[in-house]
């Protein structure tokens, strides 16, 4: 009696190979997958607050809640246009611009070349001493300031008085004020500038240098056609982040030791937009002026890297 029938084997089945295009839809894809959350970032953080602000700036609010929006057209631009105060604050940013780009890149500039031929601990020692500042919380540097340039008892002051001269006014004379707060930013800026040059400076090849001293080159004009050349993409880029960002670093210092005075002489485009927001709550106004400061900045950028890309020179 024959057994129960067996059913014939199943043949193996192998996964179907993707096919190329699939293939290449999934490559297409996986770029964006790791590029979502940067872009994400931006849009929340950048991108969206800059539409709203452009948005706000056609309204007047106070910020506060269930205070109605009012929509007022070019008002709030055609208002800050028309006060004397913004055109001043424009005036001192120019001032700080001019004021911080020989602190935060001819200084640094030079004090990394000087010290770069230093021994090892002498040029640590030099470039620690200048780097401390820039780990020194703004605010906390801006009280120290505070107390050191007192007219009555500050210790500037008490060291200006000892070689016969008047106390100086450092925060109380519009004429001195603002110079005073600039050269504070560049004290801080001084640092990190320096620390970009010489590391910059370092990664200059050897061999040229070398190669330039056996042909009997000083060291002026090793710095003057090495040197300078090489570190002409780096001086520019620090030049750009000063002339975009240094009237902003000196914000701190504005609001803690002279709040935008004496007679709105330390003032400057970022400190009134601030001003304009929090300050008196003109939501609109505020908007308006970080538009305008937007476009402005934004042009200036634009210019400034067109300037980069055509006087940069790579030893490569």
Same mark, same amino acid.
């Given at each position: 009696?024959?057994?129960?029938?067996?059913?014939?084997?199943?043949?193996?089945?192998?996964?179907?190979?993707?096919?190329?295009?699939?293939?290449?839809?999934?490559?297409?894809?996986?770029?964006?997958?790791?590029?979502?959350?940067?872009?994400?970032?931006?849009?929340?953080?950048?991108?969206?607050?800059?539409?709203?602000?452009?948005?706000?700036?056609?309204?007047?609010?106070?910020?506060?809640?269930?205070?109605?929006?009012?929509?007022?057209?070019?008002?709030?631009?055609?208002?800050?246009?028309?006060?004397?105060?913004?055109?001043?604050?424009?005036?001192?940013?120019?001032?700080?611009?001019?004021?911080?780009?020989?602190?935060?890149?001819?200084?640094?500039?030079?004090?990394?070349?000087?010290?770069?031929?230093?021994?090892?601990?002498?040029?640590?020692?030099?470039?620690?001493?200048?780097?401390?500042?820039?780990?020194?919380?703004?605010?906390?540097?801006?009280?120290?300031?505070?107390?050191?340039?007192?007219?009555?008892?500050?210790?500037?002051?008490?060291? @200006?008085?000892?070689?016969?001269?008047?106390?100086?006014?450092?925060?109380?004379?519009?004429?001195?004020?603002?110079?005073?707060?600039?050269?504070?930013?560049?004290?801080?800026?001084?640092?990190?500038?320096?620390?970009?040059?010489?590391?910059?400076?370092?990664?200059?090849?050897?061999?040229? @240098?070398?190669?330039?001293?056996?042909?009997?080159?000083?060291?002026?004009?090793?710095?003057?056609? @090495?040197?300078?050349?090489?570190?002409?993409?780096?001086?520019?880029?620090?030049?750009?982040?000063? @002339?975009?960002?240094?009237?902003?670093?000196?914000?701190?210092?504005?609001?803690?030791?002279?709040?935008?005075?004496?007679?709105?002489?330390?003032?400057?485009?970022?400190?009134?937009?601030?001003?304009?927001?929090?300050?008196?709550?003109?939501?609109?106004?505020?908007?308006?002026?970080?538009?305008?400061?937007?476009?402005?900045?934004?042009?200036?950028?634009?210019?400034?890297?067109?300037?980069?890309?055509?006087?940069?020179?790579?030893?490569?």
């Amino acid at each position: 009696m024959s057994g129960p029938v067996q059913a014939p084997p199943q043949p193996l089945r192998l996964p179907r190979p993707a096919t190329p295009t699939r293939r290449a839809s999934a490559w297409r894809i996986a770029p964006w997958l790791y590029l979502a959350p940067a872009a994400a970032t931006l849009i929340l953080w950048i991108y969206w607050p800059l539409l709203d602000a452009f948005r706000l700036s056609f309204f007047r609010w106070n910020m506060l809640p269930g205070a109605p929006m009012t929509f007022v057209g070019w008002e709030n631009y055609q208002n800050i246009f028309a006060l004397p105060k913004f055109w001043q604050a424009l005036r001192n940013t120019g001032l700080y611009i001019l004021g911080l780009v020989p602190l935060a890149v001819i200084v640094p500039t030079v004090v990394a070349i000087y010290t770069h031929d230093l021994p090892a601990r002498s040029r640590n020692f030099y470039r620690t001493v200048i780097f401390v500042p820039m780990i020194i919380a703004p605010v906390v540097a801006a009280a120290i300031w505070r107390w050191l340039l007192d007219p009555a008892h500050g210790m500037v002051n008490e060291a @200006i008085t000892l070689f016969g001269f008047r106390p100086v006014r450092f925060l109380q004379d519009p004429t001195v004020a603002i110079w005073t707060i600039i050269v504070l930013t560049g004290w801080k800026l001084i640092g990190f500038s320096t620390l970009i040059l010489s590391a910059a400076n370092a990664n200059i090849n050897p061999a040229l @240098i070398e190669a330039a001293r056996m042909d009997g080159a000083s060291k002026w004009e090793i710095v003057r056609d @090495i040197r300078l050349p090489l570190l002409r993409s780096t001086i520019l880029f620090l030049a750009l982040m000063t @002339i975009l960002l240094g009237a902003q670093w000196s914000f701190s210092y504005i609001h803690v030791l002279t709040g935008g005075g004496p007679l709105g002489s330390t003032t400057n485009i970022f400190y009134i937009l601030w001003d304009f927001g929090f300050s008196t709550l003109s939501v609109g106004w505020s908007s308006a002026a970080a538009v305008i400061l937007f476009l402005g900045f934004g042009a200036l950028a634009f210019v400034l890297l067109r300037l980069m890309d055509r006087y940069s020179f790579h030893d490569n």
